[in-house]
């Protein structure tokens, strides 16, 4: 199932069933709802209510999409975890971790498929970073590797949008330069772990004004999804909705100074996940 947040004009936030290029209102399926997150520990056996429900279906682009997930408990996202991305912050004489190197991105940064990144007034080293979104299913500590799947809800697109020189010179960890408002887009739904055969063999590009900068596969993750969910519930509790930003392949702006400006428009797109689409503009 693809499933999405969306409203209609400026209207109330509903749930949808996403079939080709229309969505099905699911809101009214009793235990449903308007929160995604809510449900997810519960979307098995909600599974057959929602795949039949012949609620009011409407074209996508007739309606707004929203961030699938817009209040995570956590967002986190792994550093420098694609062999390639890794060897070009090494030639930059980035340093490579030799462990999995987790940060937070603040859930205010949070912001819809389509919605506007803001370029700081602060910084003008404004930089992008597809990335395959993992959002937890349930309630798991002390996960497994080999189990680590059966807590995944499902998956969707992301761009790590980053502050370049917030994440070292201006402070000591990366989460104020992975964190400013709107400098987290995710969507353009949530695709459940069911629909994807392998998340491993996924390709994913992301374009800035058309021009392709990133172009790679996630089997070029150094740390699969499943050592990352074991790797970090080792330490903490996670829970329905978390979302885990898996890494991102080279190409990214920083090693060759292309920042993204006022003006431009980033497209990441993930094989099976979708698109999302995003304008640059200035910070109010």
């Not at 999405?4 to 709802?33: H, K, M, N, Q, Y």
């Not at 993930?270 to 689409?277: A, C, K, M, R, T």
Request: charged content about 25%.
């Amino acid at each position: 199932m693809k499933i999405a947040r969306f409203r209609v004009a400026e209207g109330p936030v509903r749930l949808g069933r996403v079939d080709g290029d229309r969505v099905t209102d699911i809101s009214g399926v009793p235990g449903v709802g308007t929160s995604l997150r809510a449900i997810l520990p519960v979307l098995g056996t909600l599974r057959e209510a929602v795949l039949a429900a012949e609620g009011p279906s409407l074209p996508l682009d007739a309606v707004v999409l929203e961030a699938p997930v817009d209040d995570p408990q956590k967002y986190l996202g792994i550093g420098m975890n694609y062999r390639e991305h890794a060897e070009e912050a090494r030639q930059a004489g980035v340093p490579v971790p030799t462990s999995q190197m987790w940060f937070n991105k603040q859930v205010s940064c949070i912001v819809g498929p389509h919605d506007a990144i803001h370029e700081p007034t602060v910084s003008d080293e404004l930089d992008y970073e597809v990335e395959l979104g993992v959002v937890i299913g349930r309630r798991c500590r002390h996960v497994a590797a080999e189990d680590a799947r059966s807590v995944i809800a499902g998956y969707l697109v992301a761009n790590d949008v980053s502050v370049r020189d917030w994440l070292a010179k201006r402070s000591p960890t990366f989460t104020l330069g992975k964190s400013f408002d709107t400098h987290g887009p995710i969507g353009p739904w949530l695709t459940t772990d069911d629909e994807i055969a392998d998340p491993h063999a996924l390709r994913m590009r992301l374009s800035v004004n058309g021009e392709v900068r990133q172009d790679s596969s996630t089997n070029d993750m150094i740390y699969d999804i499943y050592e990352q969910i074991a790797y970090l519930s080792q330490v903490m509790t996670l829970m329905p909705g978390d979302i885990l930003a898996t890494g991102t392949p080279a190409g990214i702006g920083a090693p060759i100074g292309r920042f993204l400006r006022t003006g431009d428009v980033v497209r990441a797109e993930i094989e099976g996940l979708g698109v999302i689409e995003n304008h640059v503009v200035a910070a109010p």
